[in-house]
């Protein structure tokens, strides 16, 4: 009996340790995305408390944006540095997009002709920006306009593809599902 006694203390001590280790790995939190891109339209007379968010913009001035972002890195698969000819180690960046992205930035150009919209990188304000018109739904290129420092740039060009595939994980290849399992 003494013998069963052990047994059952070593195995359910085992099992706690174990289980111990299980929750801790659960409990650690992943690392998010990183150089998120979105779009949000800016708002001149809020009114819709929920839907409506105060952000302050690097020169210290307070804008309000709508919350809900018109167009995100959900959709760019890849990006590419464009050196700047009138700043040097500043870029524009040319965004692949997937044709949901497509779809969505003919939208937001046709919706947001003229008037500049919030650009923010993991939810905080860059810049403003006023969206060009795509003229081919075939075109899966778009130029993003920036300036854009070279630590930015080169952060939002490396983290693109990570962004896409955490976003889109059904989308993936099954080379990039085991390189994501390895991180």
Not at 10 to 30: R, V
Not at 105 to 134: C, K, V
Not at 144 to 169: C, E, H, M, S, W
Request: glycine share 4%.
């Amino acid at each position: 009996m003494y013998k069963r006694f052990l047994l059952s203390a070593a195995a359910a001590a085992a099992m706690l340790i174990a289980g111990c280790e299980i929750l801790d790995e659960a409990m650690t939190p992943k690392p998010k995305n990183r150089y998120v891109l979105s779009f949000h339209q800016i708002i001149k007379y809020p009114r819709a408390k929920d839907l409506e968010q105060k952000i302050v913009t690097f020169d210290g001035r307070e804008i309000w944006i709508n919350a809900n972002q018109f167009f995100s890195s959900h959709n760019i698969e890849q990006v590419k540095l464009i050196p700047r000819r009138d700043k040097k180690d500043f870029y524009d960046l040319s965004l692949k997009l997937d044709y949901p992205g497509i779809l969505k930035w003919i939208q937001l150009s046709m919706h947001f002709r003229n008037q500049p919209m919030a650009l923010l990188i993991d939810g905080r304000f860059y810049e403003f920006y006023t969206p060009e018109h795509l003229t081919d739904e075939n075109d899966e290129w778009v130029l993003l306009t920036g300036p854009f420092d070279k630590v930015t740039a080169q952060g939002i060009q490396k983290y693109a593809r990570k962004n896409y595939i955490t976003f889109n994980p059904n989308k993936q290849g099954f080379a990039e599902f085991f390189e994501s399992l390895q991180e």
